[in-house]
């Protein structure tokens, strides 16, 4: 078995391969949807304990966008996007190709469509790119948007979807634009033995 926080040096240089080649591909289909170039890159991608998920996107009392899915196949778990609000609504601006709303105004039906796309192009370059190396498929449902403070989503969302893991696969993921700075991290919450199929199949299980 995978001892989830002292995986050796190729275990991480191999998903850390996998999260740079999921930014790129996220980067170029968001820079050719938006006919503007985004570069995205990938500074850090670790282990953590499921009780760190907060410390690494601002805190419990932190206002975030997330889009969380469930993943189903040879490697199931949950997937979950964070990027805090006001990051989400800049670029929400740029992806409808306004300029950022209020930030005392909830997100209007047309932002939460680009969040939640936004969202889509992040898992999906994510477990492509997973896929691409293991050959593992992965189905994800349908995506689920939610604004609120960290520690609520935390502590309802993903305990109302059944999470089972105690373990987050961290990726942290930065985006540059238009002279803009913007974060959004990912975390793929693996069900029990997922990581140990997605480590063997990378071929680094040793």
């Known amino acids: 078995m995978v001892d989830m926080l002292n995986l050796n040096n190729l275990q991480l240089d191999a998903l850390k391969e996998v999260g740079n080649i999921g930014a790129g591909n996220a980067a170029t289909a968001l820079s050719k949807m938006i006919k503007t170039r985004i570069e995205m890159s990938v500074p850090d991608i670790m282990i953590l304990p499921f009780s760190r998920i907060a410390a690494t996107i601002g805190g419990p009392d932190a206002h975030v966008t997330a889009i969380y899915y469930t993943i189903k196949g040879q490697a199931p778990g949950t997937l979950l996007f964070l990027i805090p609000v006001i990051d ?83 990726i942290k993921t930065e985006f540059k634009y238009q002279g803009n700075h913007a974060l959004g991290n990912l975390y793929f919450l693996p069900e029990a033995e997922a990581l140990q199929v997605i480590l063997n199949s990378l071929g680094v299980n040793n």
């Open 88 to 170: 989400a609504r800049k670029i929400a601006g740029v992806l409808l190709n306004k300029g950022v709303s209020d930030d005392q105004l909830p997100f209007d039906e047309m932002e939460c469509s680009a969040i939640r796309e936004l969202g889509n192009i992040m898992a999906g370059s994510f477990l492509n790119a997973l896929n691409m190396f293991t050959s593992i498929h992965f189905v994800p449902t349908v995506p689920a948007l939610c604004i609120d403070m960290v520690g609520a989503i935390l502590g309802s969302v993903l305990t109302n979807l059944g999470m089972v893991s105690d373990y987050v696969l961290f």
